[in-house]
């Protein structure tokens, strides 16, 4: 079955940015009938869609507009991987970021086990 | 774009049945058959319960079913067990192509 381990540091410091790596077991990153997301949960915001990858023939990737300006989503093919980085970060970033599979519109079936990122000095 | 909106709680009986709505635009569940429901217990990642509206994954209880008219989409629970205690999420693709998820809906099993 697939599972997703997500990998990378629990505290960022503000302005800096928060690096996570969401590595994939029993699919592929360029599977050609899903998408792989980025989404995150916070007590005050509940949770957030970031954004999401796919491959479709090219790859193609959609934001969330809150935070469009200061994402990236990059699938890693070499290592079955894709990655999120969200620059500038401020306290407001804090909160529990989930990798997840989803078939593309249609739910995401499979999630990261979550990771606590605190931002803070 | 504004979350989709949610009750902030429900509650019910062991037994009985409960309905937790969704209300969004139609640049969202309006326009679109992609509507999916999750169940997150506390320090849990969420499940996916419903997707593309009304369908079960592999190993969903068919007590859960779902629901879509004009702007709103529901979530459908029978026979309420204690297990089903949990908060529920929905969410819709956008014409955006981005996805929105609803505020939350904490169920309560008295």
């Known amino acids: 079955q697939v599972q997703l381990q997500q990998s990378g540091p629990g505290l960022v410091k503000p302005s800096q940015t928060l690096s996570l790596t969401c590595a994939i077991s029993?699919?592929?990153?360029?599977?050609?009938?899903?998408?792989w997301n980025w989404i995150r949960q916070s007590p005050s915001r509940g949770l957030e869609w970031l954004g999401r990858?796919?491959?479709?023939?090219?790859?193609?990737?959609d934001y969330a507009v809150s935070v469009k300006s200061r994402i990236t989503i990059n699938p890693d093919t070499s290592k079955n991987q894709f990655s999120l980085q969200l620059n500038s970060v401020t306290p407001e970033d804090t909160a529990v970021y989930y990798c997840?599979?989803?078939?593309?519109?249609?739910?995401?079936?499979?999630w990261g086990q979550g990771t606590l990122v605190t931002v803070s000095s | 774009q504004s979350a989709l909106t949610q009750p902030a709680s429900v509650s019910g009986s062991p037994g009985q049945s409960i309905t937790i709505s969704c209300t969004g635009t139609?640049?969202?569940?309006?326009?679109?058959?992609?509507v999916s429901w999750y169940q997150q217990h506390p320090g849990k990642a969420p499940k996916l319960m419903i997707y593309?509206?009304?369908n079960r994954p592999s190993g969903v209880s068919n007590r859960f079913s779902g629901s879509k008219s004009g702007n709103t989409a529901s979530l459908t629970i029978s026979e309420l067990q204690a297990d089903d205690e949990a908060d529920y999420y929905c969410?819709?693709?956008?014409?955006?192509?981005?996805?929105?998820f609803g505020g939350g809906t904490k169920l309560t099993v008295l």
């Open positions: 969410s819709s693709y956008t014409s955006s192509t981005t996805q929105l």
């Open positions: 593309d509206v009304s």
């Open positions: 990858t796919y491959y479709r023939s090219t790859w193609y990737y």
């Open positions: 029993g699919d592929s990153v360029s599977s050609n009938t899903v998408a």
């Open positions: 997840a599979r989803e078939g593309y519109g249609s739910g995401s079936s499979e």
């Open positions: 139609s640049s969202d569940i309006g326009g679109y058959n992609f």
